[in-house]
C-alpha cells in the first residue's frame, strides 16, 4: 500500500537545487577596491573646469564685494594676492570634495571616506601619528639646517604679510594636509594599489606629491628632496597600515611644527620680511 505524500514536501524537494549548482554571487569589493583607472581620468578631466570655475567665483565676489568694502585694488591685480590664492584654493578643494563624493556615492554606491581607505584610529593612535609627525618635522629641520639652500624660494614670498601668514598656517594645518592626502594617499595610491600592489602606489604617490609642491620650493632643490622624502614616509603610512588615517595625522603633525618653528622664529611672523 503506497503512503501517501504531502503536497508541500514534494513541492519543495522537486524545486531544490543543489548548492554546488546554484549560481554564485560574487563577494563584494572591499570599499577601497572600487577606485580605477577611469575614476582617475575622469578626476583629471575634471581638475580644469574645477580650477577655472573656482577662479572665476572668487574674482566674480571680488568685483561685487570691492565697491561695498571700498577695496582699492583692481580684480586684475588683486587675483596675486596671498589672500586671494586662498581663498580660490579653498573653492577649488571644495569641488574636488563634490566630485570625489558624487563618484563614490552614485557610481560605485560606496561610502565616500571607507572607499579612500579611512579607518577610525583610537586615541592613542591619533596621538602617536601627530607625535610621528611632528619628529619627522624635526628631522627635516635637522637636515635642512645642515644642508641650506642657497636661494629663496616661490613659497616665501606668499608670507609678505602678518594676515597672510596666519591665513597660510591655518590653511597648512587643516586643509592642506586633507584634501593632499586625500588625493595622492587615497584616490590615486587605491587606483595604483589595485593595479600593481601597495609598494608602487607608496612610490607613485610620493613622487607625484614631490611634484606638486616643486613650484614652490624651485630652485631650493634640499626642500624638495626633503618633501619628497616626507611624501615616502607618508605613502608608506598609508600602506603598512591599509588606512589613510595615519598619513593625514603625520602630515598635519608635520605642518603643525613648521608653522610653529615659523611662527616663532619670527617673532610671531613679524619679522618675515624684515
Not at 57 to 86: K, M, N
Request: charged share 10%; aromatic share 14%.
Amino acid at each position: 500500500m503506497d503512503m501517501p505524500v504531502d503536497p508541500e514536501k514534494l513541492f519543495t524537494q522537486s524545486d531544490s537545487v543543489p548548492q554546488e549548482l546554484a549560481p554564485q554571487t560574487p563577494p563584494p569589493l572591499a570599499p577601497r577596491k572600487v577606485w580605477t583607472w577611469r575614476d582617475l581620468l575622469l578626476f583629471l578631466a575634471f581638475l580644469p573646469f574645477a580650477f577655472l570655475a573656482s577662479k572665476l567665483i572668487v574674482l566674480t565676489g571680488y568685483a561685487a564685494l570691492r565697491p561695498l568694502l571700498g577695496w582699492h585694488a583692481r580684480a586684475e591685480s588683486a587675483q596675486f594676492d596671498t589672500i586671494f590664492l586662498l581663498i580660490q584654493q579653498c573653492v577649488l578643494y571644495g569641488f574636488i570634495l563634490v566630485f570625489l563624493f558624487l563618484l563614490s556615492r552614485f557610481q560605485h554606491r560606496t561610502a565616500f571616506w571607507k572607499s579612500l581607505g579611512w579607518e577610525k584610529p583610537t586615541i592613542r593612535q591619533a596621538a602617536g601619528y601627530l607625535v610621528g609627525g611632528i619628529t619627522l618635522a624635526v628631522a627635516a629641520s635637522l637636515v635642512l639646517w645642515l644642508l641650506p639652500d642657497s636661494q629663496s624660494f616661490p613659497l616665501e614670498k606668499l608670507f609678505d604679510s602678518r594676515l597672510a601668514s596666519f591665513a597660510l598656517s591655518a590653511f597648512a594645518i587643516s586643509l592642506a594636509p586633507l584634501l593632499e592626502e586625500v588625493f595622492f594617499r587615497g584616490l590615486l595610491f587605491a587606483v595604483v594599489e589595485n593595479a600593481a600592489g601597495w609598494p608602487l602606489a607608496a612610490v607613485t604617490s610620493a613622487v607625484l606629491f614631490g611634484a606638486l609642491h616643486a613650484p614652490e620650493y624651485w630652485q631650493a632643490w634640499h626642500h624638495l628632496m626633503m618633501i619628497f622624502a616626507v611624501g615616502m614616509v607618508f605613502s608608506l603610512a598609508r600602506g603598512l597600515t591599509g588606512s589613510l588615517v595615519p598619513s593625514v595625522l603625520l602630515h598635519i603633525g608635520y605642518n603643525s611644527l613648521i608653522v610653529a618653528s615659523l611662527f616663532f622664529s619670527s617673532q610671531y611672523f613679524r619679522a618675515l620680511n624684515g
